[in-house]
């Protein structure tokens, strides 16, 4: 038996075969996510993300002598981005990457008409230009004949749901990452859509992630070489589809996600809409099982981060981790000289993320001197990232009054031992690395194969473990309150004063 799970991300789309019961990757269709550019405005190219999707299943279905073996696609995706369509089920563009911070007098309108307390108190999340409610609003306001013959719309993973059953869903993880859900009932809010002067006949329905809601159209199955008894399910948000590879356990473990951006997902049995977590914009959401309900915030640049430095100062990525490599090296000789000879890097290249989000946040790199290296840069990003990761964690842990025993890592840094040691050494919690293979991709197989009743439990998922050196940790912490929470506040106000001015 076989499971495709696809993951329409940000940089890249994986369709993705599994075999069951291991969920062994048998072979995988990988592209560029297809993204137009203009200066700071980009909107993804749907049909083309489409067509790469359909080409992906037919290559796969090609790879099992029977086809019918392949009974459910499970599709994941970036949150918050949506896609709009016609009568004809023709697509309204543009369709707004999440990250495009055009509807920025949006996000503060919905402040403005709902009131920030009574937001938060509904929807769980802040306002903010990355959520779908202010890109929906944006277009209305800039594209009124587009809007016009608006009849549904849906996300990323929604979209190609419809495109391969003819049905219009969203799952509830979602569903929750709009700003137009009620979070305590897992309902569209009612108020927000009249709030807003919003159809309710244009909202997707709302489904259980990962659950069988449509079957594999007739036609299409022919077409991409599949059964159309194939069933069709939205695995969710991505970084909450990956996390299900982990097994997370609710309360006492973090999932870190990484990949262009970087994720800190914690479980909870109820949403905290209080004002504390609302100040630190903090992220309330609908988890893919269990009925539970997540924490979550991230950082808008973190593998960005490598990249913009693979960009300016590499030759490829393989000199990223050749040189990581070596630098793990050097760090477990002499750990104490890297530590006094930190740089302080703080990677806002896209803004910040909470606890002190603020679209408007520029980078910081401080302490070049004229022997500084590329290698020096390179080890302060990474630790500039686990410095930011360290903030947003310690903000969980004061809000939540719970410890964190474990942080499971997902995602790319999996590969990289460096970076892993200095999340364990920063954050000073033991950090288990699941080393798997395409994790959002096979969270998504995984969740509609417990779902389907295709398996009775979560395979196990090896990992290793990398522990926090209390020499280490004591040097970061002291740096860390002397030089970078310093830093980052100075840098904080200037920004706001700044956007002031300006």
């Not at 070489?225 to 973090?254: P, Q, R, W, Y």
């Not at 960005?304 to 300016?312: D, G, K």
């Not at 395979?459 to 980052?488: A, C, G, H, M, W």
């Amino acid at each position: 038996m076989y499971v495709i799970g696809i993951d329409i991300g940000t940089t890249n789309v994986k369709v993705c075969l599994f075999q069951l019961p291991s969920f062994e990757l048998v072979d995988l269709h990988r592209f560029s996510t297809p993204t137009k550019w203009s200066e700071k405005e980009s909107e993804f190219e749907m049909e083309k993300i489409w067509e790469g999707v359909k080409k992906g299943i037919h290559l796969l279905s090609k790879k099992v002598n029977n086809p019918e073996e392949i009974k459910a696609i499970s599709i994941a995706s970036a949150a918050q981005t949506i896609v709009l369509l016609d009568e004809h089920d023709q697509i309204l563009e543009p369709t707004i990457t999440w990250y495009d911070p055009r509807s920025q007098s949006e996000a503060e309108l919905v402040n403005d008409i709902v009131g920030r307390e009574e937001l938060y108190r509904t929807t769980g999340i802040v306002s903010h230009s990355n959520h779908s409610l202010t890109k929906l609003l944006w277009i209305r306001n800039q594209f009124p004949d587009q809007y016009a013959n608006l009849k549904k719309w849906t996300c990323l993973s929604g979209f190609i749901a419809f495109k391969l059953s003819g049905l219009y869903a969203t799952d509830v993880s979602l569903a929750s990452r709009t700003l137009l859900l009620d979070i305590s009932t897992g309902n569209w809010s009612e108020k927000l859509i009249e709030d807003f002067k919003l159809s309710p006949q244009t909202f997707p329905t709302i489904v259980e992630s990962g659950k069988a809601h449509a079957l594999l159209k007739a036609s299409l199955a022919v077409e991409v070489g599949l059964s159309s008894t194939t069933t069709i399910s939205i695995a969710g948000h991505d970084h909450m589809a990956g996390s299900v590879c982990t097994n997370l356990d609710v309360n006492k473990e973090l999932l870190n996600s990484t990949g262009t951006t970087e994720g800190l997902l914690l479980l909870k049995r109820e949403p905290f809409l209080n004002s504390d977590f609302q100040q630190y914009a903090i992220s309330n959401g609908l988890y893919v099982k269990d009925n539970l309900f997540s924490l979550y915030g991230s950082m808008p640049t973190a593998g960005y981060s490598l990249n913009w430095f693979t960009r300016n100062f590499l030759t490829s990525p393989d000199e990223l981790a050749q040189m990581s490599d070596v630098l793990y090296e050097e760090y477990q000789k002499k750990s104490t000289d890297f530590i006094e000879n930190l740089l302080v890097f703080i990677p806002h290249l896209r803004g910040s993320g909470p606890p002190y989000r603020d679209l408007h946040s520029k980078g910081l790199l401080y302490g070049l001197q004229d022997h500084t290296e590329k290698k020096d840069i390179l080890f302060s990003i990474f630790a500039g990232l686990c410095f930011e990761l360290k903030t947003l964690k310690d903000a969980y842990i004061e809000l939540t009054n719970h410890d964190i025993e474990s942080i499971k890592v997902i995602g790319p840094a999996t590969l990289n031992p460096l970076w892993l040691q200095l999340k364990a050494d920063i954050l000073n919690c033991e950090v288990l690395s699941y080393r798997t293979d395409e994790a959002v991709s096979k969270g998504a197989a995984i969740l509609a194969s417990l779902k389907q009743n295709f398996i009775d439990e979560i395979p196990v998922n090896l990992f290793d473990k990398y522990l926090p050196t209390p020499e280490n940790f004591q040097l970061y912490d002291e740096y860390f309150n002397r030089v970078y929470i310093p830093f980052s506040k100075v840098k904080r106000d200037f920004d706001l004063n700044k956007v002031k001015v300006t």
